[in-house]
């Protein structure tokens, strides 16, 4: 979950990432007059996903790399893309 740090951005959309000792902290602010809260969450969500993707296994290429959750993948490839049917 996201969680509200600052009250303004200097960008439209600003990802701070540091090292810590247990691990990675990141932020993540953005525009809310060109985001919403939904759009920014799934944006944090996909960098996650990257993220543990390329941990699991270093060797995978870039372009392998799971942006969309199996939800989305789904939505997209059979909500917006029916099977064909007979007329």
């Given at each position: 979950?996201?969680?509200?740090?600052?009250?303004?951005?200097?960008?439209?959309?600003?990802?701070?990432?540091?090292?810590?000792?247990?691990?990675?902290?990141?932020?993540?602010?953005?525009a809310?007059?060109?985001?919403?809260?939904?759009?920014v969450?799934?944006?944090?969500?996909?960098?996650?996903?990257?993220?543990?993707?390329?941990?699991?296994?270093?060797?995978?290429?870039?372009?392998?790399?799971?942006?969309?959750?199996?939800?989305?993948?789904?939505?997209?490839?059979?909500?917006?893309?029916?099977?064909?049917?007979?007329?």
């Open positions: 979950p996201l969680r509200s740090g600052r009250a303004t951005t200097h960008f439209d959309l600003d990802l701070s990432v540091s090292e810590q000792a247990d691990g990675l902290s990141a932020s993540l602010s953005y809310t007059a060109l985001f919403d809260r939904g759009t969450e799934r944006f944090a969500d996909a960098f996650v996903r990257v993220l543990d993707a390329m941990t699991r296994d270093g060797a995978v290429p870039v372009s392998r790399l799971p942006l969309l959750s199996d939800g989305d993948r789904d939505a997209i490839v059979d909500g917006f893309n029916p099977a064909p049917t007979a007329f």
